[in-house]
Each structure stands twice: as structure tokens, then as C-alpha cells.
């Protein structure tokens, strides 16, 4: 075959059990030859799909595998992280292999809360009071801190370990509960934890795609519940945003400074923003796609996934981006309790919702569910769509109080406070949003 008719090749970095992995496997595998990379004894690779299995901690084992494969089938023309961790591995990985990419050094601080609110602060991009906690120490005096404040680990993703603390003593008992769950994962960073001033305000998700430093919207979520604490559980993002377009162009701009201060210039965006009457705040900005499933709901042009334009991009392709006619949401279904799940009730009833596309359970029979902050998976999505957001918004919190989740107390020392586990071999948990 002639080198202007082959296909490109694309080398596709994926966590195991990423939600993102399916979709991305699927466009990309649309516009080029993919190899997938994954690491462990189980993973993506290993449950039967063709690639590469690597240790994505060791740069040098890696580039030695690569090139083997590229000798064998040629070379890549892109490279692509999915997660968070997966994107700073491509981002390190790319100039060894002479390909384009974000700069490491900008990918590692979109990585790394604490670095990154250092950053956006430099840069006068409009972020909470913060102080970062040395935890493998004394702790220092907690008194005369702007309260409420939250917790945060610097470097775990889903609103996991997030807590809020309104007071010294909150704010000690929320640090000795991120100690252990920093403990029970081997590639936290344990020993540092970022504290800032709690924003109340309308929070909402901006979902973009940098191309040589300017950011275009792809879509704006408002979540329309109340996110005030303790934890901080995502549950329904609604789009299109209720936003007026000024204030729109306002997010977009203050998330594209922040951006351009990390140094970030090519492919996906995913920040987090609070609205109040002081303004745009930042809460976060990931060089990656939306988390769970929930870029299902996005489609663009001629009916382009989310991932079919991060794929294209990838690859040096024209993007084109054209509104979605309607509205659109998903409710990531909140777990409501520890324990064992031994059923799920109203499945039926919810799919039957006037506007409901799609109900999605993930966890199954027998399954241990573990909510936040310890934890780092939904039970599932339920997706709408209507001709406006509140149809939406409404659909969802219908089909939501249809479900029943029932769960088997877990017999042994919990993995949190007293109080918050099932207590009875037949506790029924409704899972109904946190106020």
C-alpha cells in the first residue's frame, strides 16, 4: 500500500475501567489505526482488546515498547491520554516520540490542585483564598482561617476526599479522613492537601477544545442542584446553559487565561466554575474530556461525538462545531450509602419518564458501594432530552425519585464515620440528590 493511502495511526493511552476508553476506542478507530495503551496485570488490554501493556510510571519502559511498535507497524501520528493521569503520561511520552503535544510541564500542573491555583493566582485569574497543608507533619494552627472553608486532595479527581469544614475542629476531623484515604491509594499524594475559602454561588461546567491557544465552547452545563457540602457529589448537568451569552463569552475568556497559564494551547478542556456576584471563580481546569459517560450527550455538526472531535483534532483535522438543537441532561446517579448492593428498584418506571433516553446502572449484584467522599464511581446515568432545559432538568429528577437502591450492610470496620453506612441486612436507600 502506498504511505498517501494508508491510515494514521494513533497511539491511545486508557486507564482501566475509564468510562472514557469505549467512546474514544470507537472514533478513533474510525478515522485511524489505534493502539491502545494500558498498564497492570488487569486492564483494558489484557480483558481482550489489541495494544500495548506498560508501566506508565516507568517513561523509559515505555518509549522502548513504543518504538518496538513502531518498528513493527510505523509511526504514530498522534498521541492521546484520556484521564487525567493518562494525558500527563502522553504529554511526557510526545516530545520522545516527536510528536505534538501539550508541554509536560503544563499537563503536570493541570495534574496538581495545589500547583495549578499557584498558577492561575500568578496570573490574576480569579481564584478562592488557599493555603496548601504539609500533612506529614504537625499540623499548624487552624483558628484564624476564613471559614467555611474546603479540603481537597491535590491530586484525586470526581470530587473525591473534597470536604467542606466550618470550623477548626471540622476541619481537623476532615483532614485525619483524607489521611486514610490519601493511605488507601497508592498513587495519591499523601503527604500535601490544598484548603481554600468556600465560593457559594451557581456552579457549572465548561466543556471546550483549545486550538492554538483559544478556547472554543463546546457547551456549557449548569448543575442545578446545590452544591454546598459537606461533600461535593456531582449529580445533573443540563445544557444548554440558562447563562446570558455575555456572561457566556465571560467564562470562556477567564477559563482561556487560565488555560494559556498553564500553558496549554492544543485539545480538550474541562473546567469547573462558580458564578456569584463578585464574578467568574475558578475551581478547576483539566486538559481532558467531561468524566463518566456524560459525553453522550454532546453532538455537533452532523452528529460528531465530543469524542469523534478530540480524535480529529488529534489528528490535525478542520473541526467543525455546530449547536445542538434542543436541550439535553444527565443525572450521575449519587450512591446513598455503604454496603453491598443487592438490587436496584423502579428501573422500569424511570425509563419510562416522558423524555428520558437512557437509564445506565454500572454497578451490579453483589457489588460494594462506597459514596463520597472515600469514594469514586456513580451507580449509573439517567440521560434526557426536551426542548428546553427545565423539561430536562424536570425528567430527570422524576426518573431519579423512581429508583430505589437496595443494599446489605458491609460486615466489616467501615471505611468511614459511624452513622453513614446501611445498618440492616434490608436497608433500602432512595437515591434522592443531597440537599
Known amino acids: 500500500m502506498r504511505e498517501s493511502l494508508r491510515r494514521p495511526r494513533l497511539l491511545l493511552i486508557a486507564p482501566f475501567g475509564s468510562y472514557r476508553t469505549a467512546p474514544f476506542l470507537a472514533a478513533a478507530s474510525a478515522r485511524a489505526e489505534v493502539v491502545l495503551v494500558s498498564e497492570g496485570t488487569a486492564n483494558v488490554v489484557s480483558s481482550g482488546l489489541p495494544g500495548l501493556r506498560l508501566p506508565l510510571d516507568d517513561l523509559d519502559a515505555c518509549e522502548h515498547a513504543v518504538r518496538k511498535e513502531m518498528d513493527r507497524g510505523g509511526v504514530f501520528q498522534a498521541i492521546l491520554g484520556l484521564d487525567d493521569w493518562g494525558t500527563e503520561v502522553a ?138 457540602g ?28 487560565g488555560a494559556r497559564a498553564y500553558g496549554l494551547r492544543e485539545g480538550p478542556i474541562h473546567a469547573e466554575c462558580r458564578l456569584n456576584a463578585e464574578g467568574v471563580w475558578v475551581i478547576e481546569i483539566a486538559a481532558r474530556t467531561i468524566g463518566g459517560l456524560c459525553g453522550r450527550l454532546l453532538r455537533f455538526g452532523t452528529g460528531l461525538s465530543l469524542e469523534d472531535l478530540v480524535v480529529r483534532h488529534a489528528l490535525g483535522e478542520e473541526v467543525a462545531v455546530g449547536a445542538r438543537a434542543g436541550a439535553a441532561g444527565v443525572l450521575m446517579i449519587p450512591i446513598p450509602g455503604l454496603g453491598i448492593l443487592k438490587r436496584v428498584e423502579g428501573l422500569m418506571a424511570a425509563d419510562r419518564v416522558p423524555g428520558v433516553v437512557e437509564v445506565v446502572i454500572d454497578a451490579r449484584e453483589g457489588q460494594e458501594l462506597v459514596p463520597l467522599p472515600e469514594g469514586a464511581s456513580y451507580l449509573g446515568f439517567v440521560f434526557a432530552e426536551g426542548p428546553d432545559p427545565a423539561m430536562v432538568y424536570k425528567a430527570l429528577k422524576t426518573a431519579h425519585g423512581h429508583l430505589r437502591f437496595v443494599l446489605a450492610p458491609v460486615w466489616r470496620p467501615t471505611l468511614m464515620p459511624a452513622g453513614e453506612a446501611a445498618t440492616d441486612a434490608t436497608t433500602t436507600a432512595t437515591a434522592m440528590p443531597r440537599a
Request: hydrophobic fraction near 45%; charged fraction near 25%; charge should be positive.
Open 91 to 228: 504529554g511526557a511520552l510526545a516530545p520522545r516520540l516527536g510528536l505534538a503535544a501539550n508541554p509536560p510541564q503544563a499537563l503536570a500542573i493541570a495534574r496538581r490542585k495545589d500547583r495549578a491555583r499557584a498558577v492561575l493566582q500568578a496570573a490574576g485569574v480569579p481564584v478562592p483564598w488557599h493555603r496548601v497543608l504539609a500533612l506529614d507533619g504537625a499540623l499548624p494552627a487552624l483558628t484564624d482561617l476564613p471559614y467555611p472553608l474546603v479540603l481537597k486532595p491535590v491530586a484525586l479527581s470526581g470530587s473525591r476526599g473534597v470536604m467542606r469544614a466550618d470550623d477548626e475542629p471540622g476541619l481537623r476531623a476532615a483532614i485525619a479522613r483524607l489521611c486514610t484515604i490519601l493511605g488507601r491509594d497508592e498513587r495519591a499524594v499523601w503527604n500535601r492537601a490544598l484548603v481554600e475559602r468556600f465560593v457559594p454561588g451557581f456552579e457549572i461546567a465548561l466543556e471546550g477544545l483549545l486550538t492554538g491557544g483559544i478556547l472554543r465552547t463546546l457547551a456549557i452545563f449548569d448543575k442545578p442542584e446545590p452544591l454546598d
Open 230 to 257: 459537606p461533600f461535593f457529589e456531582e449529580t445533573y448537568y443540563i445544557t444548554p446553559s440558562r447563562l446570558d451569552a455575555a456572561t457566556r463569552e465571560t467564562v470562556r475568556e477567564v477559563v482561556e487565561r
